[in-house]
Structure formats: C-alpha cells, structure tokens
C-alpha cells in the first residue's frame, strides 16, 4: 500500500510533467528578423508570444512615462526631445529592412531627465533617451543614432521575449506548474519586462547582435557609422562615473569597438548612399 506522500509526489510528477509538457508545446523556434547586410541569422526558441509581451510592455512603458510625468521629468527639454524624435524617425524608416511589419508599429518615443547614462528600447517599439546620456558624454547625432539604434535592435530582435521565455523555463523547473498559470497575464508580463529592462543585462550573444544590427540601421539612416566606434569609447571613459549597470556585463569596450570596426566596412556603402 502506498503512502500518502508517495501519492502526492506522484501527483506532483504527473503535474510538473503536466506543465512541461503544455510548455514545451508552446515553444517556437524563430527567425525574428531577416539578416539583413550584416547578417545576423541566430534562430531563438520563445515560450511565450510576441503579442503577451508586446501587451505587457505597453503596461510597463505607460507606468514609467505616468511616472516621470507625475515627477516633471517627462519631455522637459523640447529641444533633446525634437532631436531625439528626428534621429529616431529616421531609424524607424529604415527597419523593414530587418523586419516588414516595423516601420507599422505603436512606436513612442520621449526623453525623461535623469542623470543617468542610460536609454532603452521596449518590445513594439518603446523608446525612452535619459538626458544624462546625451548631456554627460556630449553626444552627437550620429553617436546618438548608434545608442536609439543599438536599443531599436534588442526590440526587433525580440531579446525581451526571449528572456522572458528563458526565465520562465526556469521557474518551471524550480517552482513546477505554478509558473505556467501566470503565462499570457498582463501584469506578471508587464513585471517581467520591467524586470529585464532595468535589472537584468542582455546577454554578450543579444548585445552583439544590438550592436551590428543598430550599426546597418544608423548607416542606412545617412549617419556615420563611424560614431559607434566613438559611442564606445566615450561609454568606456565614463565607466565609474553614472554608467548603467548593465554595461558591466556588456562585451567590453575593446571588444565591442573592434567588433564594430570590423563592420564598418560592410555598413559604408550604406552609408554612402543614403547620403547621396
């Protein structure tokens, strides 16, 4: 005869199995974006849907710009927001070339005044550009492009929702069942983008990819893509001094910049011709 424990775990493995097997089957393998000049071709397995986190990123974009707002530190400076919006537009024009369905989306696009270096890109399309980025490092246009452009990449590449699938697979092992119930809700959705974009680094593998990628779209846009290079080592000078804590596990400066060297020449004939 069995025990009521040996009952109950067995219940627990047939749920857990339960879970995995209903997550697994939810699982896609996909091509986000189409490679484009610099070819980036990595295929990504999602577990939840472009949709869920595109709605919890909505959720989670509208209380950061309610709460700047509600602080006075939303679109203070309409000159650094006209600005940030012209580079921006133009970026934007230039991303069918990864993916035909963005140049369509609910873009936003503002600027809150914080000292920090930093700025991000949210799934669908989600900008925001913090005033100590452009004030402290003395940005250009064209090294501003780099920094909107970099950030457009991690949306397009959906590394948001791939970090979310990722930790969802996660807790699935940890916690079992329970973490499955919460897939598709809003606001655990809306939790788990926060999360990524202001607590959790990409990976070196999504910063690379960000880096080309925003590479191609500042080239195609007509800004030099030789201010990527200068971007990075200004971010490099600044290390100790405000720099995001998410750069601490970014490739490092040296890397990236010889990364980024190395594309350059692929990138200027684009370059050149949207100039002409």
């Known amino acids: 005869m069995g025990t009521g424990i040996g009952r109950g775990t067995g219940r627990l493995a047939q749920a857990l199995l339960a879970g995995a097997a209903l997550v697994i089957g939810g699982c896609a393998t996909v091509q986000t974006t189409a490679p484009g000049a610099i070819g980036v071709e990595r295929k990504q397995t999602m577990l939840v849907s472009e949709a869920d986190v595109?709605?919890?990123?909505?959720?989670?974009y509208a209380k950061e710009v309610d709460q700047a707002r509600g602080q006075g530190r939303l679109n203070a400076d309409a000159a650094l927001l006209a600005r940030v919006h012209r580079i921006s537009e133009r970026l934007i024009r230039q991303t069918a070339v990864f993916r035909a369905d963005a140049p369509g989306w609910k873009w936003e696009v503002n600027v809150q005044s914080n000292p920090e270096l930093n700025a991000y890109c949210m799934p669908g399309g989600k900008?925001?550009?913090?005033?100590?980025?452009?004030?402290?490092?003395?940005?250009?246009?064209?090294?501003l492009s780099a920094v909107i452009g970099h950030e457009m990449a991690h949306a397009l590449r959906e590394?948001?929702?791939e970090r979310v699938s990722r930790a969802y697979a996660q807790n699935l092992l940890i916690v079992g069942v329970a973490t499955v119930v919460g897939l598709g809700d809003v606001a655990d959705l809306a939790s788990q983008v926060a999360d990524v974009t202001f607590g959790l680094p990409h990976s070196r593998q999504q910063e690379s990819e960000a880096d080309v990628i925003g590479l191609e779209l500042m080239a195609r846009a007509g800004y030099d893509p030789h201010a990527a290079l200068s971007l990075w080592q200004k971010m490099s000078a600044a290390e100790g001094q405000g720099t995001p804590q998410w750069?601490?596990?970014?490739?490092s400066s040296s890397t990236r910049i010889s990364d980024l060297e190395a594309r350059i020449p692929v990138v200027e004939p684009l370059y050149q011709a949207a100039r002409h």
């Open 54 to 60: 595109e709605q919890g990123a909505v959720a989670a």
């Open 127 to 143: 900008i925001m550009v913090y005033s100590g980025l452009v004030e402290k490092l003395s940005l250009s246009d064209a090294e």
């Open 247 to 251: 750069l601490s596990t970014h490739p």
């Open 159 to 161: 590394h948001t929702r």
